[in-house]
């Protein structure tokens, strides 16, 4: 069975930074889609970045290009986000999410979810 486990979350002032850490455990995939997503209350929820852990090719929407990095540790079976230069607009639950099997990020399916991982940002 498949757990994603999120944690790193927190209040931080604006311009703050903080990194979140989604530890994978049984996810059978080397190289598959892994990726961040985000909800803020009132709203849907939204694709943050993306990551083939095979290649380490990514994307991050326009929102936080420049300002979040993904990455990923096959050998801890962990994914991040480093997140620099908080706004307010980017308080949100964050969760992390897997494909349900391997492959790039061209049409991933993510059919597995974290509990998420509350991110508040003050100005």
């Known amino acids: 069975q498949v757990q994603l486990v999120e944690s790193g979350g927190g209040s931080v002032q604006a311009g703050g930074s903080l990194r979140l850490s989604c530890v994978a455990s049984g996810y059978p995939y080397l190289s598959a889609c892994m990726a961040w997503f985000r909800q803020a209350p009132g709203k849907e929820r939204e694709k943050v970045a993306t990551?083939?852990?095979?290649?380490?090719?990514?994307w991050y929407a326009d929102a936080v290009q420049g300002r979040f990095a993904i990455s990923h540790s096959n050998a801890r079976n962990t994914l991040y986000l480093q997140m620099n230069f908080l706004k307010p607009e980017d308080t949100a639950t964050y969760y992390c999410?897997?494909?349900?099997?391997?492959?790039?990020?061209?049409?991933?399916?993510?059919?597995?979810w974290g509990q998420g991982t509350q991110v508040t940002v003050s100005s």
């Open positions: 990551i083939y852990t095979g290649g380490g090719s990514s």
């Open positions: 999410a897997a494909s349900a099997r391997g492959g790039n990020c061209l049409l991933p399916d993510f059919a597995h």
